[in-house]
């Protein structure tokens, strides 16, 4: 058995990486077409510009699907009932509130479970009957340097109900307060809470821009991670294309 298990998880670790590059280059063709269409040809000729805007038509669609896989465990992880990477439960933990960093936000596929989690903002929901503690949201910060999915997740909040409690943030974890990158500043030592959700892998410079999340908390600070797991086999192809490829992750906090 556990032999058979070993050759699952590297016919895994081989076969993702193809799977997730044929799904993103589905949007290869639509993405260039929607350009033209829009006559951005300055995003079509620049190939940052374009990597972006391909990476948000990819993720618009590999998102949502990534949400259903994800919540069973990421919601109880935001309600404080994860111990020990499990998800339990009663809450052991205290659960989102006051203000909160989302790096890395997308479309805002998680926007409905922060109005509902947070308490107070999105309207009180009979099934969240295990949620305890904490006094809600008072700020949400979403982090989230691609333009196209800034907009989707602009339309989002508005979707959720809530406006005036989340913020878009349209630049890099690096420049969060700078106020000359964008209109505001996140002081270090002000956050109540950072979340993280499968999206460390593709930071640039991670030891630098995590060491810069971690200066942001306030002293007794919380960050809710749910990344995933550390394999001790990875591949190049793997690496390539760390931001649509999904393994199986475990919710931490």
Not at 67 to 82: D, F, M, Q, T, Y
Not at 91 to 118: H, Q, R, T, Y
Request: neutral net charge; glycine residues 12%; hydrophobic residues 40%.
């Amino acid at each position: 058995m556990a032999i058979l298990s070993t050759l699952r998880e590297l016919f895994h670790h081989l076969i993702d990486p193809y799977l997730f590059m044929s799904i993103s280059f589905r949007f290869l063709p639509g993405t260039i077409l929607d350009l033209l269409r829009a006559g951005d040809f300055r995003t079509l000729l620049s190939p940052s510009a374009f990597k972006e805007a391909w990476f948000g038509n990819t993720w618009a669609f590999v998102g949502p699907q990534v949400k259903v896989n994800a919540e069973k465990r990421v919601i109880p992880l935001l309600e404080g009932r994860v111990h020990n990477g499990e998800v339990v439960q009663d809450v052991v933990n205290p659960p989102i509130d006051g203000l909160v960093l989302e790096i890395g936000a997308g479309s805002g596929m998680w926007a409905d479970v922060f109005a509902k989690v947070g308490g107070g903002v999105g309207g009180h929901d009979e099934q969240l009957r295990h949620r305890k503690g904490g006094n809600g949201l008072t700020r949400v910060y979403g982090i989230e340097p691609n333009p196209q999915s800034a907009a989707a997740l602009r339309r989002r909040v508005k979707e959720v109900g809530l406006e005036g409690v989340y913020e878009v943030v349209p630049v890099g974890i690096e420049s969060i307060n700078d106020p000359t990158a964008w209109d505001g500043r996140i002081e270090p030592g002000t956050v109540d809470c950072i979340v993280t959700i499968l999206c460390l892998c593709s930071i640039p410079e991670p030891e630098k821009n995590i060491k810069l999340l971690y200066e942001s908390l306030k002293k007794g600070g919380r960050w809710y991670a749910y990344e995933h797991v550390q394999g001790s086999q990875t591949s190049s192809g793997r690496k390539s294309w760390v931001h649509v490829v999904c393994a199986e992750p475990r919710a931490r906090r």
